[in-house]
């Protein structure tokens, strides 16, 4: 066996773990309390296998409810905020994470055109302010960051300079359009900083148990896989990974690059598409805590009830796919436990229910590991752009496209191998003509990829 | 009297109900508007919601709502004092202060402005609009129809550029657009000041509890607080229930085929780009083609015209159950198309030259002028 893939999913003190290498599965489940434990757990998995890369799904790892602590968060606007209404959060989990709230005047608009200066004296003011009421870490964001982040990258320079022990996280390098909820990415991505920093030494000391060439990467929430020092930047990246990486098991194991999957649970179906082999994403789904984040995550509908209801909805919505329908068992080793038994029997009536040509996959291993093993570099851009003709457009691009083909390269992708998934130019609705929103999502295959 | 309150629990539900009177393309993205809305319902308490022959006739009173982007509203955030600027500005009109304010229009992100801005003036809202709907321009309004001038208009952008503009409907129009592009992409307006009295002929009564009515029924579906059922079930009750409270008929449904720019010329009037979209009804075989222009204005059903302006086309998403719209959707996804008619103003001449396809720059009649 060569060229052997390792997926790791940590959870509530366990490690469900799938080795892939070629047509084979081996699968290995534990304790995951102390490094000695998941090592031998891992090493136990690999057998003398060579393994280049461990891929860890850790979203469980890095719940902001649980692992987040409380951040300054600092709005720049071109005007202060009447009696701070309009902004407080509803949401319990960004009220506890939110340590401290201020606005500072600045900020530009989508397109780039400055709507006021930086006050950069008030900015230190409260970067000093929350550093002497104990906290660790800043969340900035900039209204019109997408379009210009020289606010954003100015501030981040003159806190670090001033303030080295307050960490700073920038909203554009975070989350797409739409302030409130960039503002919540940042927030949560601030908070989970500190957290992150261990998780990724973890599971990078784990890994490099396994030998000098094995690399140890992480699973995102769009079902792409990042670099230790991304998810170090950036670990709300890293949440939401656990669907996604079901999805891009499922669609492995079947053989296919394109399907609508259903991931079949004990109490229900998830239903997602997988578009040539990465999940189908969004960035207006309720993250944790139900906190909206400008961030993409695959898009999993719910079915609850019967096998027998959330048979016929499926096959509802899968008579009217063009691409082929998966079903899949979506928890740990399938047939092992109640829990499992449930879920595979609800998978088995679905598939029953649907055409011959269905696949029904009843993973060796648990479905999200097998995922985790296999999934690929990739990366998602969200901005506005203006383009008087179709040619400015066309060349506009070309420019975020490349810049998504770069950030694919960074992840580990294998020279060439780059590729723009998905661009759409959307017409921006009420803004003069020429307005688009461009939307890249790109992809690559990994370095180790047998 | 009819006075009830709008409170924070009413939110979700007007939002839901914002994003279907949107016509599709001008509601999405708006949910940042809803948390915003919360927060201010919070801080200053319930808005009371009022029917026009509830308020003294002679109450000064004017319709509040955006021009612009969404998206370009979700990225800068109004700062909550820009209705303080507009009541300012319009009282010197009246030569007292404004006593109640109603929607421009009671939909999309235009729900939610005027509730906000009678929460921070601490004044009734009237439950009403001047549209249905969207429309793209604020002269394309039954207050225009029934003679209200739009201006004085009143503008205010959220860094506080403001202006006030005294001069006809179609040239204030021109002139805040081009203000509202340089200002950050949308502008809060205060526009049509008149009294109250004026607004029995000149407004949509009821706009506003349509709205909540509609979104309840959108929210108690998307919640699954309908245990009626599963899958086709509950897709089917929610399009029953949608039709019986708004009297829209559902064209058809199916997968999107073709979505992306249209090649059609567009008048340089509207903002936005031309956009078009093909769905393929399951049950008839029918190709549905969609064209919008910032909303969904025309329908045609294997090239035969079977909706357009001003009745509303609205996209409801079969996995999701929310209403959704060209931004959202890609090729695969799984629509119904539902037709609202309009207020009976609309159908009337007057209403179709200046909300109907050929305001539009269609060479079409609309479905109910054939019979003229």
Redesign the interface.
Known sequence: MEGARIGVRLAAGHAHAALVAGGEVRQAAGRSADDRALSRLLRGLAQGTPVQSVTWDVSAELDPASAGSPVAAVRI??????????????SPLLRALVGRQAAVIG?H??FG?E??MLDIYALLRDAAEAEAQGLTALALTA??A?GCHDHELVAGELIRDALPQLRVSLSHQVGG?????REAATVINAALLGRAEQVVERCGRVAGGLGPLTSSWFVAGDGGRISAERLRLLPVLGLSATGAAALTGAARLAGVDDAVVGLARPDGLA?G?VRDGLPHV?T?LPGPGGV?MAVPQAAL?P???SAA??A???A??AE????PAVVAVAGEAAGGGDHNRAATDRARAVAARLPSATVLVEPPAELAAIGAAGTEPSAWLDT?LYAETAEELARKRAVVEQRALTLVAESGARLGSERVVSS??????????????LVVRAGGRAEDDA | MTARSITVADVPALLAGAEFFSTSAAGEGIEFAGVWLEDILAHTGPVELVAADDLDPDTPCAAVGAMGSTVAMAELPPSGDEPVVLARSLAGRFGAPLGAVMPLNAASVNALHPVAAAAVLGLPLIDCDGMGRVFPLIHQTTYELAGVSLSPLAVVSAGHDSLLLDTGSARAEQIARSMAQAAGGWLLCGMYPARVARLREAAIHGSVSRVLEVGRVLCEHASGDDRSGHGTARHERLLRELTAATGAAVLGGGRVVEIGPSVRQAGTVYPGNPVGMVVHDHDSGRLIRLEAHNELVLALSDGALAAAVPDLLCLLDRSTLRMTGPERLTAGDQVDVLCVPAAPVWHSVAGLALGGPGAFGFPLRHPREEGR
Do not use: E, K, N
């Open positions: 606007l071109p005007r202060m905020p009447f009696r701070g209404l309009g902004s407080g959060h509803p900020g608009d989508l055109v709507l006021a209204t019109g997408p359009l739409g302030l409130l909820d239903v598409h969004a207006d909206r509908t079915i609850s009830g209801a959330s016929s909805a499926f509802l919505l009217h796919d063009q691409h506005v759409r130019a959307l017409s921006v609705s009420f803004l003069r003509s020429g307005s688009y929103r």
